[in-house]
T-cell receptor
Framework: EIVLTQSPGTLSLSPGERATLSCRASQSVTSSYLAWYQQKPGQAPRLLIYGASSRATGIPDRFSGSGSGTDFTLTISRLEPEDFAVYYC????????FGGGTKVEIK | EVQLVESGGGLVQPGRSLRLSCAASGFTFDDYAMHWVRQAPGKGLEWVSGISWNSGRIGYVDSVKGRFIISRDNAKNSLYLQMNSLRAEDTALYYCAKGGYNWNDAFFGWGQGSLVTVSS
């Protein structure tokens, strides 16, 4: 099983700042089959990024994904108030697993 | 617009069974893989099970193998999860999620979840 480790656990930032979230895999992720999801309290997760770097439909371009192999990054270029949430990475190349999540909170 | 509506959750005693359903609309159901994902209270996401468009490929997380059975009825645009021998650690919000054309794909749509509580 591929284990995904997300860091940091919590990121405290102010609106307008840049957020950089990390997702590290215990072994190489097949074909960059890596996705990122956003979850707000009381809501279902929402797909942001798939294939490591492709934005899902309707996702603003301030969200970007990068990486390959075992190291992946989600970047939010300028945080908007609605971006404060929990973010999960997921690999779907070898079975399916999620990371433990990174909470982006208002500083 | 993708709509996924889960039902069937509730309070159940350890060792008993429960069947979750997911009604899909807004897309061609029999073109896509479908999945169940759960989230224990205050915890992260865990993939539970998935099924390909034609039921030809099915997978489970190790912790539910032999206890849970996923199925789908393409004529009814519905996904199911039969949960047997339930344990306290199965307590979670269970989401139905729409996959892609292929098994190896992200989850492009999610329902609002159905809460399963296993307790005596």
């Amino acid at each position: 099983e591929i284990v995904l480790t997300q860091s940091p656990g919590t990121l405290s930032l102010s609106p307008g700042e840049r957020a950089t979230l990390s997702c590290r895999a215990s072994q190489s992720v097949t074909s960059s089959y890596l996705a990122w999801y956003q979850q707000k309290p009381g809501q279902a997760p929402r797909l942001l990024i798939y294939g490591a770097s492709s934005r899902a439909t309707g996702i603003p371009d301030r969200f970007s994904g990068s990486g390959s192999g075992t190291d992946f990054t989600l970047t939010i270029s300028r945080l908007e108030p609605e971006d404060f949430a929990v973010y999960y990475c997921q690999q779907y190349g070898t079975s399916l697993t999620f990371g433990g999540g990174t909470k982006v909170e208002i500083k | 617009e993708v709509q996924l509506v889960e039902s069937g959750g509730g309070l159940v005693q350890p060792g008993r069974s429960l069947r979750l359903s997911c009604a899909a609309s807004g897309f061609t159901f029999d073109d896509y893989a479908m999945h169940w994902v759960r989230q224990a209270p205050g915890k992260g996401l865990e993939w539970v099970s998935g099924i390909s468009w034609n039921s030809g490929r099915i997978g489970y997380v190790d912790s539910v193998k032999g206890r849970f059975i996923i199925s789908r009825d393409n004529a009814k645009n519905s996904l199911y999860l039969q949960m047997n021998s339930l344990r306290a650690e199965d307590t979670a919000l269970y989401y139905c999620a729409k996959g892609g054309y292929n098994w190896n794909d992200a989850f492009f749509g999610w329902g609002q979840g159905s809460l399963v509580t296993v307790s005596s």
